[in-house]
């Protein structure tokens, strides 16, 4: 089994700062690629970054606003998000694709439980 766990969510007014973080448990062998994506009430779930080695990839809506890093070491990612609009309101998923090897090698994309971010004044 492979956890990933989000936190770091909460009511921010516009202009604010948040940190997501999500880390990955169960069993790794290693992680390609990790990353966000949001979805708001009605609409479908977007990109919003991706990091693989040392590329990023970011959606046109946060770039110069969020910047995703990633903790190799501790299986996290992390999402830094400034000057918040309130269209980034959505419930934050975090997302990995993982390989594995016990018992048998596999390999597959997991999602978090999401984190909830509203951006309001």
């Known amino acids: 089994q492979v956890q990933l766990v989000e936190s770091g969510g909460g009511l921010v007014q516009p202009g604010g700062s948040l940190r997501l973080s999500c880390a990955a448990s169960g069993s790794i062998f290693s992680i390609n690629s990790m990353g966000w994506y949001r979805q708001a009430p009605g609409k479908q779930r977007e990109l919003v970054a991706t990091i693989t080695g040392g590329s990023t990839n970011y959606a046109d809506s946060v770039k110069g606003r969020f910047t995703i890093s990633r903790d190799n070491a501790k299986n996290t990612v992390y999402l830094q998000m400034n000057s918040l609009k309130p269209e980034d309101t959505a419930v934050y998923y975090c997302?990995?694709?993982?390989?594995?090897?016990?018992?048998?090698?596999?390999?597959?994309?997991?999602w978090g439980q999401g984190t909830q971010v509203t951006v309001s004044s």
């Open positions: 997302n990995a694709d993982v390989l594995s090897r016990s018992p048998l090698w596999t390999k597959g994309e997991y």
